[in-house]
């Protein structure tokens, strides 16, 4: 790449050099012969150029394997957290957002790729509630893979050992696979990272500690065998292999076929009128600012902001004290300055079907998640009233309008989000991991 730099540089020398073999004098090259020279060197210089460019692109990426035409940033080059962003003013859009489907297949890291064998390991582990201290919890009992809950638990906070409930809603295990900040508050960078967390929280499967775990599985007999299976080179039941078989199932619990993935792929009938009118909402009102990409996240794998966000950004509205917005400060609950959250932006993939909503599970309907979004995220009011649906200012001095903002949005447009996000729902993932090897293997 160096070479690249020192071309333009080397420019001018070139050129003093070209300006002096004009005017030859006795003794010097023959004009011809020099810019013979001159030619065979840049010819030279461009066949490099080309070599490297193209081996440049060859070569693998580290970090992560990524699927074919799909921008994915390694999380292992991670920028460190950056502030939190303020809200966006509303309406700043002018350039068109480009919409984009789920890719098939989620990104898996180079040290630990998805085989069946990992897979089927981890979703034993997932499942298995002899992982927690008195044997009655498991992943799956706070994220049901079956049945309605769409990897959470339909609770307003999750229940873990001992009936005991914690202070935040637990959110949907599916697509979690393409989040580049994990849990509400984003403190896990992978899934790797994230899974031995809740192994060892008191208040979920509350063992002592990850050596605890450990033995655990080791007195499972079967599991030795699977172990070697799985890490054919490093067979040891370790926390680190735990970590790594768990997140490689949570790889395959991804919903890429939906409506909305469908009429992004060109077939123009998947969306309902409603849904279009919703789905060009949520670009217009400024949705898109925050839950944009294919994973509708600033937090995911195809981003690289940092994910993270005031809540409720504009302080003045009835939902604040009405949802206890504010008692639990996410990212910032350690600065006793703060006076607002700042969270995670989450996926809204299978949103509709993962009620109640943000991270206190405060609020029951997507209908009114979505009210306070507007308000709280994007300053907009809910009203009928065609004439509050426009704030206008005339500016006398100038001939013209100061401010001409779309302010409020009514409740029929509430409705046509709400149609949108709904076909953000997929086909639940077939626990398959066979499957899953025909398809990607
Ligand atoms: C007692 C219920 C409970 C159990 C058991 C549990 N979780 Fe969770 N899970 C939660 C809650 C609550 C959160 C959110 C916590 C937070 O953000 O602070 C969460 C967050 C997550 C996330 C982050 C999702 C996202 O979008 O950020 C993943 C992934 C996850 N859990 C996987 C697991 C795995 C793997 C296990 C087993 C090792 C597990 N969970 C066990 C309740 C549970
Ligand atoms: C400035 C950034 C921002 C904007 C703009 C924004 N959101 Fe959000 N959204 C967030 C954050 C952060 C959260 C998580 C809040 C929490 O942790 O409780 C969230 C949560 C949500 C949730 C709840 C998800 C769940 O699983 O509980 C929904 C639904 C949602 N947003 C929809 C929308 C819609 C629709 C719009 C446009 C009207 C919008 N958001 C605009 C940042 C934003």
Redesign the pocket.
């Known amino acids: 790449m160096s070479l690249l730099f020192t071309l333009p540089l080397s420019l001018p020398l070139v050129r003093r050099f070209c300006c002096r073999v004009k005017q030859p004098l006795p003794g010097q090259l023959n004009p011809a012969l020099t810019w013979m020279l001159v030619g065979i060197a840049a010819v030279v210089i461009v066949v490099k150029l080309i070599t490297l460019l193209w081996l440049d692109a060859l070569l693998p990426k580290p970090g992560l394997i990524t699927p074919p035409a799909t921008k994915i940033a390694s999380p292992y080059l991670l920028p460190h957290p950056k502030p939190p962003s303020r ?2 003013a509303a309406s700043t859009t002018t350039e068109r957002y480009r919409w984009q489907a789920l890719p098939k297949i989620a990104p898996e890291p180079l040290d630990n790729r998805n085989t069946v064998a990992k897979i089927n390991l981890g979703r034993q582990l997932f499942f298995d509630k002899r992982l927690s201290i008195d044997g009655t919890v498991a992943c799956g009992s706070c994220h049901q893979l079956t049945g309605s809950a769409y990897g959470a638990d339909r609770q307003t906070v999750s229940t873990g050992i001992d009936e005991q409930r914690g202070s935040r ?1 637990a ?1 949907t295990v599916l697509n979690a696979a393409f989040q580049r900040r994990l849990f ?1 508050d984003g403190r896990a960078e992978s899934l790797e990272q994230q899974a031995l967390g809740p192994l060892t929280n008191p208040l979920e499967m509350g063992m002592p500690s990850l050596e605890a775990v450990v033995n655990r599985v080791r007195d499972t007999p079967e599991y030795a065998a699977q172990f070697r299976t799985a890490f054919p080179q490093q067979p040891q039941i370790s926390s680190d292999n735990i970590a790594k078989a768990i997140a490689s199932y949570e790889r395959t619990l991804i919903t890429p076929n939906t409506a909305y993935d469908r009429f992004v792929g060109g077939e123009e009938s998947a969306l309902t009128p409603q849904q279009l009118r919703g789905m060009a909402l ?1 670009e217009s ?3 898109v ?3 944009s990409g294919p994973n509708f996240s600033s937090a995911s794998l195809f981003d690289n902001d940092n994910g993270l ?1 005031l ?1 409720p ?1 504009n302080p003045d509205t009835e939902y604040q004290s009405k949802y206890r917005l504010i008692e639990d400060r ?1 990212a910032v609950a350690d600065d006793e300055d703060a006076k607002v959250g700042v ?4 996926s ?1 993939r299978n ?1 509709s079907k ?1 009620a109640p ?3 206190n599970g405060s609020v029951d309907t ?1 209908d009114e ?2 009210r306070v ?2 308000s709280t ?2 300053k907009r009011s809910i009203s009928n009233d065609p004439a509050s649906q426009q704030s206008i200012h005339w500016s006398k001095a100038q001939l013209r309008f100061a401010n001409l903002n779309n302010v409020a949005i009514s409740d029929s447009q509430v409705r046509d ?1 709400v149609a949108f ?1 709904e076909s953000l729902t997929g086909p639940l993932p077939e626990q398959n991991p066979l499957g899953f090897s025909a398809q990607s293997r």
């Open positions: 809200a966006p809603n959110p509400w949520f009102i400024g949705c600012l925050c839950h966000r809540f950004a996410g969270w995670r932006v989450p809204l949103v993962t909503y943000f991270h997507l998640a979505v979004m507007a995220q994007l989000i996000l």
